[in-house]
């Protein structure tokens, strides 16, 4: 019995792979076993190979495998592309139609079952998919019920009938697949261990912000289309309307950010989110917004740059931009959560930082967390707090003869200034992007603009979060390992394969406040470590620059990049730090 | 009740002496308090010019924002409080140039609120290059040998991107544009008023003088009706844009917020923010 396997199902995209996948895994996770998968795609809409990748386990998974153990193949191509990945012993289903073939090199069983055959026989090839799930199951000794309820649900909608016919799909894989059992020699084991049968939640990084900006009280979000970040908006799309709120697809990237920044200066929490292109277009705003002292939040989930780039591709190369873009000097905050769960606290964060401080928050994703999917515990709403800071929502009482516009930027010890919303009775003030006085009022003197600018920046001195970074691992190591978003969970995976009582401790610090730089939280675990190893996804190492900055021991630092658009394997990780351990065999 | 001079504050514009912008700010005083409003109940959004530091010289709340923008943040404010008046103004680079793009787009969204540009035929803040509406051959700094480009006819473009409230007057008539901007802050949609405002420092030919001699009010048209797209148009092309009045009127169309059912039943500031628990595991209850 297997604690885990990888399973990947390829085909031409446009060809229902990834609803192949979808049944395959929702039933999975709705077994209670916990998942991580991934879809490769490519730009164009229709044809061109596509493929997901699905990895289960008895055991908490962050992270695609090193290589695959099943591979559903439903063309040629996808066995030709793929099958290098299999372990030693793999095997490889394939749909009869297209008379498969596999390099012999290869150890590995090629199995084919007439997917497309089975399917026309119930009555559409459309169906060939639950002929693969049926026969994938039946490798997987998986019982039968849960995959026949989740189709019931998914298809119910169209009558007993399409119901039927698809149980039945389901039904001959299953048996097609047995039936080679019993004169083949499959002599690898591909039975899955039995999960613990908890529930989790199965979902992208981006629906876990969606759900986590419901939260913190957006309503409105103007937006505007971006592989990977348009999920967002999508999710926005379908669960607003049902709350009285709305989306509005704007006619680009700065009506997006600034019609937000016009929500939020009037009260009503907004934001907007986009990917690399788009955050090109927003810095001028990302200024307004500090300078205005008026809460943003926008969320980059970043794909491969610069220009259009690797649209569809994993990197991680727009923190420096995130971190020093627009131009002049604001207070900023850049977010970058550690998993897809905590996706969902941090976007409820990045709200409460914007209007508690008056800055722009930016929350970092990538591709690789915003587009995989993976299984997380439940949500606590108990865990769900709305923390406005200054911002004034009912009327002031003034003086009658008090005509003074309200003190909108009056110096504060933090920096933070009262914000009434417009509408109220006795706020009247006046914002702008010119340097002002505690009024509003555009004003160019040197005493005033020294005292705003130091007032501004004061707000973020000494800014850090109740958790700036996940640490796994003690204070003392003779390796911290520094990464952030999707490659903590590859990072991590890596580090677990080294026994600490052969190499010692490997610390993993997976940083989540990147903006102002947590240096001082961090020391403890920088100084405690005979070496740090900084691992990203971009060619100029900007987060081993940034850490690089912080801290003064530059000989005892390591920089691990990759930046050809697909994410890290944990092997990748792993054959790294052993050269740095200088560990010669794999343990 | 608010009358016009509580929409002022003690601070004095740093425009020159005789900039027709003076005279489009007192416009919009008294059309405020003409309509009712409170100076609490006003929201002006502006611009980056000359003509965009409107916004510090109304006693409202303003917001002065970056160049070209004053249209997406004041559609976001009216997203977010449906209950405030938003007028958003700014100059003709402002809004026919750097933020032509926002222009058109909320002509064809429709949101209920009043866009006011003053429209000098100059970039009067960066000291007198030329500009979208510039005529063709008008010498500036920027094309010292007359510009080689055809103007923007800004109600034209108004009209052909789906406005449903069109109008055009000149700073110098303050009581006619006093009247069109009651008109256009009481429409319910999106209302569009091109001022012709004269830069008297870097526009000597679109002088106060030249607009008395070649806008032709629109009540010299017999039997005009100004409900009528296609007519509109017509005048509008056989007369090169030079006219002033309100010019077209749809008192029909929907706004956008109108469409939206139950978002415009209360503004969104006065909401709940947080999720009911049924909700809340209604929603997670998705991702199982
Ligand atoms: C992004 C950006 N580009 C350029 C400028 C410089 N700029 C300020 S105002 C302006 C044009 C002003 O012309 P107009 O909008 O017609 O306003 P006016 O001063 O004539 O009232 C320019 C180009 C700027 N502020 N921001
Ligand atoms: S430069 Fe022209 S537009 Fe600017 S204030 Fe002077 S007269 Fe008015
Ligand atoms: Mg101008």
Redesign the pocket.
Known sequence: MKEQLSWKVGGQQGEGIESTGEIFSTTLNRLGYHLYSYRHFSSRIKGGHTNNNVRISVDEVRSVDDNIDILVAFDQQTIDVNSHELYAGGIILADSKFNPTVDESLDVVLVDIPFTEIAKEQGSQLMKNMVAIGASARLMKLPMEPFKDMIHTMFIRKGEEIVESNHNALRLGYEAMDEKFSYMNITNDFELAPSDGKERLYLIGNDAIGFGAVNAGVRFMPAYPITPASEIMEYMIKHLPKLGGTVIQTEDEIAAVTMAIGSNYAGARSFTASAGPGLSLMMESIGLSGMTETPLVIVNTMRGGPSTGLPTKQEQADLNQMIYGTHGDIPKIVLAPSDVEDAFYSTIDAFNLAEYYQVPVILLSDLQMSLGKQTSDPFDLSRVEINRGKTILEDIERDEDDQDYFERYGDSDDGISARPIPGLKGGIHHVTGVEHSPTGTPSETAENRQVMMEKRMRKLENFVMKEPFKVTGEKESELLVISFLSVNGVAGEAIRRFDPDIVGNITHVQLKQLHPFPAEALYPYLDGAKEVLVIEQNYSAQLFNIVKMNYHMHSKMKSFTKYNGTPFKPNEIEKYIQSILKIKEVL | MATFKDFRNNIKP???P????FSVQAAIQKACAGNGLEPDELAVITGIG??GRLSGYIKSYGFHATHGRSLPVAQGVKMANKDLTVIASGGDGDGFAIGMGHTVHALKRNIDITYIVMD?Q?Y??TKGQTSPSSSKGFVTKSTPKGSLEQPIQPIKTALASGATFVAQSVSSDIKELTSIIQQAISHKGFSFVNVFSP?????KVNTYDWFKENLIPIADFEGYDVHDANSAMNTIMENDGLLKGIIYHNPDAPSYEEQLGEYNDEPLISREMRLERSTFDDMMAEFK
């Open positions: 740093n425009w020159c005789g900039c027709g912008d000359c003509s000098n100059i009067g803040l830069c008297v420092t870097y526009n």
